[in-house]
């Protein structure tokens, strides 16, 4: 695993984008393959989408071979409704980039059948290739995705209970009332994430910082979701300052070091 720590959420956000776009362009240049990415909500990744849609404006790279797969969405909650990440991922992102409308994947949170939502999205994710990077970010109790804590390292798509504390501090998008924000979830699941050919994740400020020390330094374990990325062989947590205020002297100086060797 790399850490890479920047000194606020803007310059990891600069950072975040400006990997996520070589990665692009660098697929682009070998093959017509499409560049398969999951892409997350929330507010961590705001400005990293700036960014991204900076470049694309500016001919920096291009997301038309992209096909995209988010991570979650909230059941019951109508596609139109604002605080929808259907409605997020069109404010953020896709109003601004040239992916096309057909490449765009995003659970549906009101499907019949869930279940077979949920089967059917893994299968989308296995006909376009498989994902060349998941983007995501981290929950302050470590979920990845909505992957609370005690959910199988092992999960999939499904349809999930998110746990009070995600809904109290997702209440600020819902007039600060934990009960108006949806109790379940359709979420793609850690062995969703971890089948990525690499994982970036991003995580800003100090409400991170346990969940980031506990990621990076505990055990792997269903209580702390993303701590999965320990097992994989190319996951990156991007942090700023304030999320690596809990982690060990010694655990910051050696990712700063690998760093600084890496660029040499
Ligand atoms: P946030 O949410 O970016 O709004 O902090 C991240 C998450 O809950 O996974």
């Given at each position: 695993m790399k850490v890479i720590i920047r000194k606020n959420s803007a310059e990891s956000s600069l950072w975040t984008a400006h990997y996520i776009a070589a990665k692009i362009n660098e697929k682009a240049a070998r093959t017509d393959e499409p560049f398969v990415i999951g892409l997350c909500t929330g507010s961590t990744p705001i400005e990293t989408y700036a960014e991204l849609i900076r470049m694309v404006k500016a001919g920096e790279v291009s997301f038309k071979n992209v096909i995209s797969f988010n991570m979650d969405e909230y059941v019951g909650l109508p596609e139109s409704h604002p605080e929808s990440y259907h409605s997020f991922m069109h404010k953020y992102l896709f109003d601004h980039i040239?992916?096309?409308?057909?490449n765009i994947h995003i659970l549906n949170g009101n499907a019949p059948d869930p279940v077979k939502e949920c089967e059917d999205y893994e299968k989308a994710i296995v006909a376009a290739g498989g994902f060349d990077l998941f983007l995501g970010g981290i929950g302050e109790d470590g979920h990845i995705a909505f992957n609370e804590p005690f959910s199988s390292l092992e999960s999939r798509t499904r349809v999930v209970t998110l746990t009070q504390d995600t809904r109290e501090v997702n209440s600020r998008f819902f007039d600060n009332d934990p009960e108006k924000v949806p109790a379940q979830a359709m979420s793609v699941g850690v062995a969703t994430v971890l089948s990525a050919k690499e994982v970036v994740i991003m995580a800003y400020g100090s409400k991170k910082a346990r969940a980031i020390a506990a990621a990076i330094e505990g055990p792997m374990s269903h209580y702390c979701t993303v701590s999965a990325l320990q097992a994989h062989p190319a996951g990156t947590i991007v942090c700023d300052e304030a999320a690596v205020g809990e982690l060990k002297v010694n655990s910051y100086r050696y990712f700063k070091a690998v760093e600084a060797a890496e660029a040499k």
């Open positions: 040239d992916e096309p409308a057909g």
